[in-house]
């Protein structure tokens, strides 16, 4: 009786918390916890998300607020395409928030596109209307990327592949760019460093990187892809825009709390290896001595290997819904709670 008094007080104290208890054991469980493993996007930060940084053919965008002048700068033909890709190659849509607001729903990263896109003039409902799919390739965790194919206006029998997403698998995907005059050069080792040096820069400041990109098929092409895997050889590199989302306020104190309370606590992300480092030591997770690693690094172990890792393990970025299945698993054959 009296553990049970106590428990159902403990479910009251979380009440007024925020926390709904369902089952009384819960709060002994919880109480009793030594690892807490979280996502980033929307536990650990805002989720509100807008481009700050980014470049295309060639030209930077150093500040949200410069997004206007940095479009005018670039060629007209890529203009077009910049905001073609990223009104057709999305799923997000503007409408009204439960306050009436109008907002773009969906997303959070393609709403910060289209935030993007709508400050340089784009509307992206009229680009829809005139550009039906004829195959979408909808975004997955696995691969990291979305993929829309389009017809061509005014082309016969010509189709345009609009791809988008986690910045170094679509550049190891691309071939060409496009460079400050709108032309499609060959992307040789040099340039590739300058791209993956640039990506880099923006994942160690924090931001989530996406990358765009597209090739033009045929019919012939389009009839041989299959309906699992979108055909993402030979890209022309678009840009790379970076994408700010603040840490949520306290999570820095809730962390610090937990290590003194000795719960250890681990960041599983989707995001790019540098920029779950940069949001992990923004929040106190990744420490010294701490070790971050990738969802295919991780998969890759034996078992014994993962063992040997847990205890320094900080962060996975590039995780897979998999990779967390096999991380708690291993958790509890080492009896953490």
Known sequence: MAVTISLAYATTKMLKDGN?????????????????????????????MTVVRGVVADVELTSRAEAQAFFKTLP??????????????????????????????????????????????????????????ARVYPFSSEKKTMTTIIPVVGESD??????????????RSCTKYMDKDGKCVDIDQTVRNELLRRISMFAN??????????????????????????????LIWI????????????????VEDCHRAGVIVRMITGDNIETARAIARDAGILTKGGQAITGPQWRKMTPEQQHAILPRLQVMARSSPLDKQIMVERLQERHEV
């Open 76 to 133: 007209k033909d890529v203009q077009s395409l910049l905001l073609e890709s990223i009104a057709i190659n999305s799923t997000a849509f503007e409408g009204p928030d439960d306050q009436g607001h109008i907002e773009f729903i969906g997303s959070k990263s393609e709403c910060a596109l289209l935030g993007f896109g709508k400050v340089c003039g784009l509307d992206y409902r009229s680009v829809r209307a005139d550009n039906k799919p």
């Open 205 to 234: 400041n924090a931001l989530r990187t996406f990358a765009l990109a597209y090739k033009v098929i045929d019919g012939a092409e389009l009839g041989l892809c299959s309906d699992d895997e979108a055909p993402l050889s030979d």
């Open 239 to 254: 840009g790379v825009m970076g994408i700010q989302d603040p840490l949520r306020p306290g999570v820095h104190q809730a």
């Open 20 to 48: 709904l208890v369902r089952q009384l054991a819960a709060c002994e469980t919880m109480g009793g916890a030594t690892v807490v493993c979280t996502d980033k996007t929307g536990t650990l930060t805002q989720n509100l």
């Open 158 to 171: 010509q189709f345009r592949v609009h791809a988008k997403g986690a910045s170094e698998i679509i550049l």
